[in-house]
């Protein structure tokens, strides 16, 4: 299984699935996180912490163990 956190810097992922439940699902899903979207990867925090990703067609931080939660292809 390869999650958001495995992708590297300035490749393109589609979600596959959302793990998680409750609101921390539903935060992600609010983000425009859902199934079937492409995902661009723009850089990377010196640590690892936060992911700049594009979604959308806007900018979007999200944390490392949040990156853990969604599943990409």
């Excluded at 983000?31 to 992911?51: N, Q, W």
């Excluded at 806007?58 to 599943?71: F, G, T």
Aim: hydrophobic share 40%; charged share 35%.
């Amino acid at each position: 299984m390869k999650t958001l956190k495995d992708v590297k810097i300035g490749s393109t992922a589609k979600v596959v699935k959302l793990y998680g439940e409750g609101a921390i699902r539903r935060r992600i899903m609010d983000m425009g996180i859902t199934k079937g979207v492409e995902l661009y990867v723009r850089k990377v925090a010196p640590l690892g912490d936060p992911i700049e990703i594009n979604v959308r067609g806007y900018e979007l931080s999200i944390r490392k163990e949040d990156a853990e939660m969604i599943e990409v292809e």
